[in-house]
T-cell receptor
């Protein structure tokens, strides 16, 4: 079946530190890959996406590259800010038919000044 | 302009009551969803409608009944509420269930059953 594994949180970083949140998935076919962010008290927002192998999605300084060979889509940011504190969800959208999304368990990021 | 709006934002009710949550999207999307998020932030899909047709109906108690009067609206009715129904419920929409588009989420309805 389809599944996604994210690193467990919380991840606590100082401002301007480098961020990596790991995400790996299992799927039949070639899913499209998404990262969503949920700020406290809000709904999820689409952060970035990649739809085919070697594509890089980017937004607000965050990046993730679709790695077909390792079935991974790790989220990175070079210098985090306090305002990046949120929960981040990796979400493959599986190909074929009605493309069901599998959300990861979420990784909470806390950035301290 | 709110893209996906849910009402109410907060709902506190007693066990055994019946309640409804409403969702509307003004994006012209074809597909709408209901998700349940528990206290550990785990998201579970409940239902999906594509152009008013039920597409996804996960293992959800039949006390939960979705209704889609048109493709811009997807409401969730819950009968005989139980303590375990306490969670945040999110409505979402996407352009087409068969294409790799992202979802747009509402801001959630926090349901507390006492």
């Amino acid at each position: 079946g389809n599944s996604v594994t994210q690193m467990e949180g919380p991840v606590t970083l100082s401002e301007e530190a480098f961020l990596t949140i790991n995400c790996t998935y299992t799927a039949t076919g070639y899913p499209s890959l998404f990262w969503y962010v949920q700020y406290p008290g809000e709904g999820l927002q689409l952060l970035l996406k990649a739809t085919k192998a070697d594509d890089k999605g980017s937004n607000k300084g965050f990046e993730a590259t679709y790695r077909k060979e390792t079935t991974s889509f790790h989220l990175e940011k070079g210098s985090v800010q306090v305002s990046d504190s949120a929960v981040y969800f990796c979400a493959p959208r599986h190909s074929g038919g009605y493309q069901k999304v599998t959300f990861g368990t979420g990784t909470k990021l806390q950035v301290i000044p | 302009d709110t893209a996906v709006s849910q009402t109410p934002k907060y709902l506190v009710t007693q066990m055994g009551n019946d309640k409804s949550i409403k969702c509307e999207q003004n994006l012209g999307h074809d597909t709408m969803y209901w998700y349940k998020q528990d206290s550990k932030k785990f998201l579970k899909i409940m239902f999906s409608y594509n152009n008013k047709e039920l597409i996804i109906n996960e293992t959800v108690p039949n006390r939960f009944s979705p209704k889609s009067p048109d493709k811009a609206h997807l409401n969730l009715h819950i009968n005989s509420l139980e303590l375990g129904d306490s969670a945040v419920y999110f409505c979402a929409s996407s352009q087409d269930l068969r294409l790799p588009h992202g979802y747009t989420f509402g801001s959630g309805t926090r349901l507390t059953v006492v």
